[in-house]
Nanobody, 124 residues
Framework: QLQLVESGGGLVQPGGSLRLSCAAS????????IGWFRQAPGKEREGVSY????????NYADSVKGRFTISRDNAKNTVYLQMNSLKPEDTAVYYC?????????????????WGKGTLVTVSS
């Protein structure tokens, strides 16, 4: 079965850190750009960060620049999102998406694969 599986979410206090993982099952991520998206309750989905298939190109939403870092380990078929200095407004379900075309991932529209999400809650 071809799928993306996110993990690493949980409850963390403001200022804390989490590392999310996006693992592929049934296919290799080597040729896919990956995006992380999030959706908070009552809000629209928003793009958080994107990484090209080679890892040489990355982008971040202004709201997470300097706090979040996207990376990939193709040998482990996994992409990561390191989240530091977390704020309550980072609370959301985080999803990863994969598509061979970076620009498609960056829009989140028409991507080949979506994961089911992992919940991140930032609260004291």
């Amino acid at each position: 079965q071809l799928q993306l599986v996110e993990s690493g979410g949980g409850l963390v206090q403001p200022g804390g850190s989490l590392r999310l993982s996006c693992a592929a099952s049934g296919f290799t991520l080597d040729y896919y750009a990956i995006g992380w998206f999030r959706q908070a309750p009552g809000k629209e989905r928003e793009g958080v960060s994107y990484i090209s298939s080679s890892g040489g190109r990355t982008n971040y939403a202004d709201s997470v620049k300097g706090r979040f870092t996207i990376s990939r380990d193709n040998a482990k078929n996994t992409v990561y999102l390191q989240m530091n200095s977390l704020k309550p407004e980072d609370t959301a379900v985080y999803y990863c998406a994969a598509d061979p075309i970076y620009e498609v991932v960056a829009t989140g529209v028409g991507v080949d694969f979506w994961g089911k999400g992992t919940l991140v809650t930032v609260s004291s």
